[in-house]
């Protein structure tokens, strides 16, 4: 990065003592416009709602309706603790929100497993729409960088799949029908029972159109806070919706990767889309950093430290 950055300086007429990457991205950061920050961060705030409102739907049907403030306080309290640990998040949201509202723990994340398979079939969509719209432009980076075979990826799939399959039988052979009385097998039989009971209880939603209502919301929030951020940083101001939509479709991509919030790879990858439409390098990951401290460090800090202040007054006072 540095490399690009002294090339440009040279192209430009700057001499090299005079070229510092740090100072311009600190120059890139306070060229930001704090009102589209703004409004990012009340955007956040509003998927994480529906996000709660989603995760009521769910756990409806085993007869619990916990309080909103209590669902989007453990959600941001899970994100809170991913910016550490990636993936503990999930078992943080779902201690939280059984310390509060009095649900048996494995329930609580049967409802979040249906809540994950939710956001992998809604990235699925919007995957086909950034190809659908723009083709050329993801199937030609996808082409250009990808070094995995689509032979590799399906072997990679059936193994996997294999594998969860004799790990389920597994499960059934040796806890889930032994009659041991064994503490330890009894206490690990409850937890994958109570898992499984709300998992399928968390299929029984009353309101489909209602649960897909707020999945679609919770998507569309995300995809605006990446277009609204290109207002916020003039080297993407003039850049359109499609640019975000396959900005987001990379960052998205990023996040899944196993790192403390997307660290490192949502830069990576969303400075890469915006180099498909001819944002510089540097330009472009100034912009990814932009967004990601927005919402992964400063938002999630934020709101996750102010829930995790919050929650316990609240409570107390219920």
């Not at 799939?157 to 064994?182: A, C, H, M, N, P």
């Not at 806070?225 to 993407?236: D, G, R, V």
């Not at 390098?281 to 938002?299: E, L, P, R, W």
């Amino acid at each position: 990065m540095n490399d690009t950055h002294l090339a440009e300086c040279a192209e430009n007429g700057i001499p090299e003592s005079e070229c510092s990457l740090v100072d311009k991205l600190i120059e890139n950061f306070k060229s930001v416009k704090v009102f589209w920050i703004i409004v990012i961060c009340v955007i956040f705030m509003i998927s994480n709602i529906l996000r709660a409102l989603r995760w009521n739907q769910l756990l409806e049907p085993l007869g619990y309706k916990p309080k909103l403030f209590n669902g989007v306080g453990s959600i941001m309290l899970g994100y809170l603790t991913n910016m550490a640990i990636p993936r503990i998040g999930e078992i943080v949201r779902a201690g939280s929100l059984a310390k509060y509202e009095n649900i048996p723990t494995e329930k609580i994340f049967g409802t979040i497993v249906v809540d994950r398979i939710l956001d992998v079939i809604s990235l699925l969509l919007i995957i086909g729409l950034a190809f659908l719209f723009s083709y050329e432009h993801v199937g030609g980076y996808i082409s250009e960088n990808a070094n995995i075979s689509g032979y590799t990826l399906l072997i990679g799939f059936v193994v996997l799949v294999v594998l969860g399959l004799v790990s389920l039988w597994l499960v059934k052979k040796l806890i889930l029908d032994s009659t041991s009385e064994k503490p330890f097998v009894q206490k690990i039989k409850k937890l994958i029972l109570g898992f499984r009971d709300g998992l399928l209880a968390a299929l029984k939603v009353k309101n489909l159109t209602l649960l897909i209502f707020n999945s679609i919301g919770i998507w569309l929030m995300y995809y605006l806070m990446m277009y609204l951020c290109f207002f916020a940083y003039e080297p993407t101001s003039h850049l359109g919706p499609v640019a975000a939509l396959v900005a987001f479709v990379f960052g998205s991509l990023g996040m899944v990767i196993p790192s403390p919030g997307g660290m490192g790879s949502y830069q990576y990858l969303v400075g890469g889309a915006l180099e498909i439409y001819n944002i510089s390098k540097i330009d472009a990951f100034s912009f990814a950093n932009i967004i990601f401290f927005t919402i992964q460090i400063f938002c999630n800090i934020a709101f996750g430290i102010f829930f995790y202040l919050a929650m316990p007054f609240y409570n107390k006072k219920r």
